[in-house]
């Protein structure tokens, strides 16, 4: 694999359900970031990680929890999915942590609806 | 807290003329990324702009950067309908909680026609 990977690409999820959104980079990117993609809106950031072992809450990081148990691997979980959880979700990641404002490049991105 | 407001939000642009597209923004900082996203696709990244006065050109693409003003502008030349896309611009925080981040404009939805 080369960059960003990103699963499911796609996913229909019933309100209440728990689901996790995977998040895998191989360019030994220190920070990692999910962002939620919202028609108007532009994109919005969940949640972060600077370094392997770290995180810190974005702009909008309620209902959604992040972990990251080493550098390739930043998984989103929304515990108990609402409708308005519905978006187009992208991980990201940067070769600096996220306090150095530096360039992030994107994954494909997963469509979720929450019914 | 940093807002990044782009201009226009929708832009139908002719084969072959000339366009600019603005993004403003409300607190000091001195790096901006342009961003391009075809419909049902990731970001792709454009342009880097790291200092006051930077300007960067790509094919039919200019960019440029002015720090005092707070404001960005995305130039485009002689429109062709590959360049039909959206394009974000994003800023990085200088301060406060949410320093380094990015913050992103709403997006510009281009549409390049005949």
């Known amino acids: 694999i080369a960059g960003i990977t990103q699963a499911p690409t796609s996913q229909i999820l019933a309100a209440g359900r728990r689901m996790t959104l995977r998040c895998t980079q191989d360019?030994?990117?220190?920070?990692m970031y999910w962002y939620r993609q919202d028609l108007g809106l532009g994109l919005r950031l969940i949640h972060y990680s600077n370094t392997a072992g770290t995180t810190g809450k974005g702009e909008v990081p309620d209902g959604y929890s992040v972990s990251r148990a080493n550098t390739d691997d930043f998984p989103l979980t929304l515990a108990s999915a609402v409708p308005s959880q519905t978006s187009v979700y992208f991980c990201?990641?940067?070769?600096?942590?996220?306090?150095?404002?530096?360039?992030?490049?994107f994954g494909p991105g997963t469509r979720l609806t929450v019914l | 807290e940093l807002k990044v407001e782009q201009n226009p939000l929708f832009l139908s642009m002719q084969e072959g003329k000339n366009y600019t597209i603005y993004c403003n923004y409300s607190?000091?900082?001195?790096?901006l990324y342009w961003y391009r996203q075809d419909p049902g696709k990731s970001l792709e990244s454009l342009f880097v702009?790291?200092?006051?006065?930077a300007v960067k050109q790509e094919g039919r693409l200019m960019a440029s950067l002015d720090t005092k003003a707070r404001l960005s502008t995305l130039h485009i030349t002689a429109a062709v309908h590959d360049l039909s896309a959206t394009y974000f611009c994003a800023v990085a925080n200088a301060g406060g909680t949410s320093y380094g981040k990015l913050t992103f404009g709403q997006g510009t939805i281009l549409t390049v026609h005949p």
């Open positions: 607190t000091t900082s001195d790096r």
């Open positions: 360019m030994r990117h220190n920070a």
């Open positions: 990201a990641s940067s070769l600096a942590g996220a306090s150095s404002g530096d360039e992030q490049f």
């Open positions: 702009l790291l200092s006051n006065g």
